[in-house]
């Protein structure tokens, strides 16, 4: 086995290599993809053998020595291999999955960036944003590799030192005990509770070694990478320093609290604290290089008002609008914590999608910026949660903005079921605003059931639910609403034309 496995490692036999086909260099030039997953293999070649045979030597030395110590006096000696191979094959992927990231990104770009350039097709500029792309799409398959690669050998070689140790155990005419009292002398020095102890683990110290099973490998090389405190306040610090405004509450999820639970405005925007350290710093400046992306495509669109009427959709996937879509991305992807930056991002654009801006209310940078997050919300579906908690808890002239609502709903972006949102709006029809809210639900209701058709009823039910209660109500219902419960009612039991 050894170092010679892990540096024969064909990339292909194991993943399937994201290429782009968007890039505008391989729509020009389709035969370089099979040259660029020649470069990312040979990037992972050069990777993978270090990576691996560091994190398996310490992960083998370390495991051995606890568990000769913790299971000396156990009769099972599968039992002893089972708690080794569970405790080492985490301890050497974490180590590996640590190790090789960023390694493994710059020999990537490294690779398909020389490979590029020699063939003097590309500016520096086109051959550099080419390799960024590719490496941040192929990051986190390649880390998945190098860890199979690590777990593979830790266990090989955790055999090959354990089954040497259990050889001494055997030795003609010597007692199992006496043997580890003559050599292990110093174990009576240890405290009573880390003591071997006749008949092997009880089940609350083997439960240590089954841990290791448990936890997530990526969780533990985070812990490992960024040591304790985890990213809690990263995350929140970020979203405060990227989104400027007051009316943008911070998801408690967002800021450390529990999952999905959402702060009201008034306390996110009280006692918050900057954060510092390296977390930190590397999410601000991911987020800077993503308002850049934004900044630039404001100005792309707003040159001329022809281009500004234009969809998305008529423009070559060449154009520097769509390869703007695409950069960003990137830049998202190639952060350590890429969820934590899609959705500070993802944020800041719904903000301008029909803000009081030319961009933001013009057809193209509406496309553009809906098209963004749609490639946001690909990288983690935490986007679609987030954007869909901090509408239904925005005031009400961004909650109830039917433009905005009909823009992001065909897209997926805006969960009209959720049960946070329609909650939110069913508070809003019993305010002072209670007609206007109805009226934009039900608007935005027609357009994206009735008329558009992007969403099926049964996409938006409990919303149906509650407009056919206020149907049912002592006010007589408006005829835009009875008309809309109808229609859904009979694309439900599929009679729709």
């Known amino acids: 086995g050894g170092d010679g496995d892990a540096q024969n490692i064909n990339v292909s036999n194991y993943i399937s290599i994201n290429i782009n086909h968007n890039i505008a260099i391989f729509q020009q030039y389709p035969h370089l993809v099979a040259a660029v997953m020649q470069s990312v293999n040979q990037a992972l070649k050069d990777i993978v053998s270090p990576v691996v045979?560091?994190?398996?030597?310490?992960?083998?030395?370390?495991?051995?020595?606890?568990?000769?110590?913790?299971?000396?006096?156990?009769?099972?000696?599968?039992?002893?291999?089972?708690?080794?191979?569970?405790?080492?094959?985490?301890?050497?992927?974490?180590?590996?999955?640590?190790?090789?990231?960023?390694?493994?990104?710059?020999?990537?770009?490294?690779?398909?960036?020389?490979?590029?350039?020699?063939?003097?097709?590309?500016?520096?500029?086109?051959?550099?944003?080419?390799?960024?792309?590719?490496?941040?799409?192929?990051?986190?398959?390649?880390?998945?590799?190098?860890?199979?690669?690590?777990?593979?050998?830790?266990?090989?070689?955790m055999d090959v030192a354990l089954d040497v140790a259990l050889l001494h155990r055997h030795k003609p005419g010597t007692a199992f005990h006496d043997a580890f009292l003559q050599g292990q002398a110093c174990m009576r020095y240890l405290p009573e509770a880390l003591r071997p102890k006749a008949g092997g683990l009880l089940p609350h110290q083997k439960r240590v070694y089954e841990d290791f099973a448990r936890i997530p490998r990526d969780r533990m090389a985070q812990m490992l990478g960024s040591g304790a405190g985890g990213a809690g306040g990263a995350d929140s610090s970020a979203l405060r320093a990227f989104n400027e405004g007051q009316n943008m509450p911070v998801p408690m999820a967002m800021a450390g609290g529990g999952g999905g639970a959402q702060a009201p405005p008034q306390q996110a925007a009280q006692g918050q604290q900057g954060v510092a350290g390296p977390q930190g710093?590397?999410?601000?400046?991911?987020?800077?290089?993503?308002?850049?992306?934004?900044?630039?495509?404001?100005?792309?669109?707003?040159?001329?008002?022809?281009?500004?009427?234009?969809p998305l959709s008529a423009l070559p996937q060449s154009h520097e609008l769509q390869q703007l879509i695409f950069q960003s991305r990137a830049l998202v992807l190639q952060s350590a914590a890429r969820e934590e930056v899609a959705v500070a991002y993802a944020l800041k654009l719904v903000r301008r999608i029909y803000d009081s801006s030319k961009f933001g209310r013009c057809q193209l940078g509406v496309d553009w910026l809906c098209n963004t997050l749609v490639h946001l919300a690909d990288v983690t579906k935490r986007v679609i949660k987030e954007v869909t908690l901090w509408i239904s808890h925005a005031e009400g002239d961004v909650r109830l903005n039917r433009e905005l609502a009909i823009a992001l709903v065909p897209h997926r972006l805006l969960n009209l079921n959720a049960p946070e949102y329609v909650k939110e709006?069913?508070?809003?029809?019993?305010?002072?605003?209670?007609?206007?809210?109805?009226?934009?639900?039900?608007g935005v209701l027609q357009v994206c059931v009735v008329e558009k058709r992007c969403v099926a009823p049964a996409d938006c039910s409990r919303l149906l639910d509650v407009l056919a209660k206020l149907a049912q109500g002592p006010r007589k219902p408006p005829d835009t609403l009875l008309k809309l419960l109808d229609d859904a009612r009979s694309m439900a039991r599929g009679g729709a034309g």
């Open 425 to 442: 709006v069913s508070k809003a029809f019993e305010g002072s605003r209670g007609p206007q809210a109805l009226e934009t639900v039900v």
């Open 281 to 310: 710093d590397h999410m601000r400046l991911a987020l800077e290089k993503c308002a850049a992306c934004l900044n630039k495509a404001e100005e792309v669109v707003l040159r001329s008002a022809q281009l500004a009427s234009s």
């Open 53 to 157: 045979e560091r994190s398996v030597t310490i992960a083998c030395i370390t495991t051995r020595e606890l568990v000769l110590k913790d299971l000396a006096l156990e009769q099972d000696e599968q039992q002893m291999k089972q708690a080794a191979h569970m405790m080492v094959q985490n301890l050497a992927g974490s180590l590996a999955l640590v190790t090789c990231k960023e390694p493994l990104r710059h020999s990537m770009c490294n690779q398909i960036r020389a490979m590029l350039t020699k063939t003097s097709l590309f500016d520096a500029q086109t051959v550099d944003q080419a390799a960024q792309l590719v490496a941040a799409e192929n990051l986190e398959l390649g880390c998945n590799l190098i860890e199979k690669a690590a777990t593979d050998k830790a266990v090989r070689d």
